[in-house]
């Protein structure tokens, strides 16, 4: 058997024709950006979200980037500032932070949860920390009530990079991107919530860094031909749009199946060498945007899968302080690139994570012959 890693066909095949008949409309109304259909869905999705507003960008990147860039034009942080983010991440959340002239300070996860360790953020504050920019790894909310409680203790400014947690949710009325100032969003292919193609969005309650993030976003002119900042050009389109208003609907639903999956794993799942996430508290508050064990053998776990048909990832296998882009040292510049202490946890999670096939798509059969494979692995 071939168990593919993720598979795109049962969510494409599920929405029928609704697919074509979304990019129909965009077609035959000959608005390509920013029309009517992307008006429609960040309404929805920001809604979705139980936020007031949402803008749509070019990707998730330029989402986390733009949301940070706004708050510095809007008075509420200053280059030069730091912010905690976590270690343990995907680089863009920590590219977007030096991107938009800020400073990364990265916090070490706990081991169980991946996610950023709220009893090491006290360590990394220095005077000059202004914010926090927490991600919810692998689509499972992080420890929200303590790190909005030391954000609050210290007035930082809270933001969200909830590129992996579409859905995602504490409570009805507790959903990602709803628990600080901002939320950035990626509808990249894969994503819990893909698009055809690249796409991002910010949401927020505030009116204002919602406007600003808009105007920066379209060269930044809220007025054609008035330039008023350095602004971009990151808009999403108008077929990505339509294309993600058509699938929105189906979000829950394909949540809910990863989380069965999600259970059949951590169920099936008995070789003592192979460890699977803890359940949370609130099973809502993880849509397995990956389903990611630990083992020490991790690189002969994946070999063995992969004879046999499996198809693994790992997430992610150098960490970003030891990537290139960040260990140059440039003596030139007036401000770090970046601060961190020792990051043991990050290190070694980085030699032993693994992710097994997950997606909304994923048959029963294919789940058991993936425990099966797991389980025998000696
Ligand atoms: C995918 C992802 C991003 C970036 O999104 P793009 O749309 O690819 O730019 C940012 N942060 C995290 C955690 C991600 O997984």
Known sequence: MKVPFYSLDYVNDSLGRGLQAAFGKVLDSNWFIRGASCGEFENAFAGYCGVRHGVGVGNGFDALTLMLRAAILQGLLKRGDEVLVPANTFI????????????????????ATCNMDPSKLERACSPRTKAILV????????DMDAICKFAQSRGLLLFEDCAQAHGACLADDRRAGSFGLAAAFSFYPTKN???LGDGGMVVSNDASLAEMVRTL??????RKYENCYL???????EIQAALLQEKLPHLDSWNSRRREIAERYRHGIT???IECPQAPTVPESHVYHLFVVQCKRRDELQEFLNARGVETLVHYPVPPHLQQAYTEIRTTEPLPELRHGELPV????????LSLPMGPGLRDDEISYVIDSLNEFA
Do not use: F, M
Not at 135 to 142: D, E, K, P
Not at 217 to 222: E, L, T, W
Not at 231 to 237: A, F, H, I, K, T
């Open 92 to 111: 863009a959340s920590v590219l977007a932070v030096t991107a938009a002239g800020l400073v990364p300070v990265l916090v070490e996860p706990d081991r």
């Open 135 to 142: 991600v919810h790894l692998y689509g499972r909310i992080a």
């Open 193 to 195: 919530l893909g698009a």
């Open 217 to 222: 976003s379209n060269y930044g002119s809220a």
């Open 231 to 237: 602004g971009v050009n990151s808009r999403l389109d």
């Open 271 to 273: 070789n003592p060498q």
């Open 346 to 353: 990050t290190e070694s999670l980085a030699k032993c994570v």
